[in-house]
């Protein structure tokens, strides 16, 4: 039993758990909300929402929160955006202590998903890169706006963007920057390296390097790595058309057309931020159904692996598209880009599916049943997208509500926090660190096949 729950998958699991503990109970402190009463749920909702880097919060973190509290959830948000287990090993690395193998695999599975790399090269690089681009980021909205943006508040704000949080410390959020080109592009752009992965990064910073050092390029066949290219492309085609679809589907019947140019503004931000990061610049509840489900739809798909959004990733869309347009085409192999996908990665990409709609899928039902309050349907009317969109909002680690959060009662916040929870880890890291468990039969069943379809 014990060499069960010491399996390498384990290890996150623990790690965020005990940090989400750890971060509750600091907020319960005093110190944290002078004056004002906390519960230990919501403590526990705001803990888990950090660390997941989620962003959905029962409280204002601006008002409610102190400078001690916000320090605290601030915390939270960068251990959970990098992984517990990587500041771990990076502590161990720093101490001169050997990084034991089950530490070294947790963390190549959560950043590169590659077991070869040099762990401790890497963790300082990492470190080194992130602390980088955030202080940047920190500087360049201070300067934008040395009122909104105090230097705290600034930090603040860079670390929540690039961590893909979504915390801010204003009760709308980013709406008074609305019309602001600098803020939204300043917060886009750390929203988008947060969620394009710490290999893609990597790769794309050797690259502008050599250019402009003007290097000669090594021989190869492709600028790009494989993994790379995908990524890059399918981020960029989402960003683009999710504008577009935005923009029309805030505008149908709108025959107001001069603000054109601000609300292609917002719905760019809002395509970015959707995906995973939680900021907001318009009024989440009063946007469309069009907008919504189409929301819910790149909310799900999320960012890239091994960074620091949530959804069933980028690269898992891709194959799944390879795999439709494969069946179409009558084709025994599903093709993304130069290669062909090995049979274990589209059973992992359809697993996740499966599982992730399964998981979705419950738990709208749960909280149908504990926020519903027996309500006959034409009294609930327009309910269930919003409780849909907190429900995938949460297990994508986005953080966008249509304002239902403050008003989810104790099971609803129970259910919100194991999603954020889930999300955060991956259905198929849990489905991994559960069939650790078990083992493969040493028998095979005579095959055969059913009608299906």
Same mark, same amino acid.
């Given at each position: ?6 399996? $390498? ?13 750890? =971060? ?29 880097? /989620? @962003? ?29 287990? /990587? ?15 089950? *530490?070294?695999?947790?963390?190549? +599975? ?11 090269? !890497? ?7 992130? !602390? ?12 934008? *706006? $040395? ?50 992965? !710490? ?20 021989? +190869? ?26 923009? !029309? ?15 292609? #503004? ?6 970015? &931020? ?8 318009? *009024? ?31 690269? &898992? ?12 085409? @009558?084709?025994? +192999?599903?093709?993304? @880009? ?13 697993? #996740? ?25 034409? +009294?609930?009317? =327009? ?13 994508? &680690?986005?953080?966008?509500? /249509?304002?239902?959060?403050? /008003? ?46």
């Amino acid at each position: 039993m014990q060499k069960k729950f010491s399996s $390498p998958f384990w290890l996150p699991v623990y790690a965020f758990g005990l940090t989400i503990l750890a =971060g509750s109970s600091a907020l319960m402190l005093d110190v944290c909300h002078p004056g004002k009463d906390l519960s230990f749920i919501n403590a526990l909702f705001t803990a888990t929402s950090a660390v997941c880097v /989620t @962003g959905l919060a029962v409280v204002d973190t601006g008002s409610f929160y102190s400078r001690a509290g916000q320090d605290v959830i601030l915390a939270l948000i960068q251990l959970g955006g990098l992984g517990i287990m /990587t500041y771990a090993s990076l502590v161990m690395y720093l101490l001169r202590h050997k990084v034991s193998a089950s *530490d070294r695999l947790s963390v190549s +599975q959560t950043l590169l998903h590659d077991p070869s790399f040099n762990l401790a090269n !890497f963790i300082v690089g990492v470190i080194i890169a992130v !602390f980088s681009i955030e202080i940047v980021g920190a500087v360049l909205l201070n300067s934008l *706006d $040395p009122v909104g943006f105090n230097f705290y508040s600034a930090f603040f704000h860079s670390v929540s963007a690039f961590c893909n949080a979504g915390f801010s410390l204003y009760p709308d959020s980013l709406t008074r920057w609305q019309g602001n080109l600098g803020v939204n592009i300043v917060f886009a752009v750390l929203i988008i390296m947060g969620g394009l992965g !710490f290999y893609v990064l990597a790769e794309c910073a050797r690259k502008i390097r050599m250019l402009v050092l003007k290097k000669k390029r090594p021989v +190869q066949a492709h600028f790009f790595t494989w993994h790379t290219k995908i990524v890059l492309e399918t981020t960029f085609y989402l960003i683009f058309f999710g504008t577009l679809v935005l923009l !029309f589907a805030e505008k149908v019947g709108d025959e107001n057309w001069n603000d054109f140019l601000q609300m292609g #503004l917002s719905s760019f931000f809002q395509s970015v &931020t959707c995906r995973t990061a939680g900021f907001n610049t318009v *009024d989440i509840s009063s946007m469309t159904n069009v907008s919504l489900i189409f929301m819910i739809s790149l909310m799900v798909i999320g960012g890239s692996p091994g960074s620091c959004a949530g959804g069933l990733k980028t690269t &898992t869309l891709r194959v799944w598209i390879g795999f439709i347009v494969a069946r179409l085409r @009558g084709r025994s +192999q599903t093709r993304v @880009g130069w290669y062909a996908m090995t049979e274990d990665s589209i059973n992992k990409a359809l697993t #996740l599916l499966v599982f992730g709609v399964l998981i979705m899928g419950g738990s709208v039902i749960l909280l149908s049943i504990t926020e519903g309050h027996g309500l006959p349907h034409p +009294q609930a009317r =327009g309910h269930f997208i919003e409780l849909l969109f907190e429900t995938v909002s949460a297990f994508a &680690t986005v953080g966008l509500s /249509t304002g239902v959060t403050p /008003t989810l009662s104790g099971a609803g916040k129970i259910i919100i926090i194991l999603l954020m929870f889930v999300g955060r880890l991956g259905p198929v890291w849990l489905l991994s660190a559960i069939n650790s468990w078990q083992s493969e039969p040493r028998f095979r069943l005579p095959q055969d096949d059913l009608p299906l379809g």
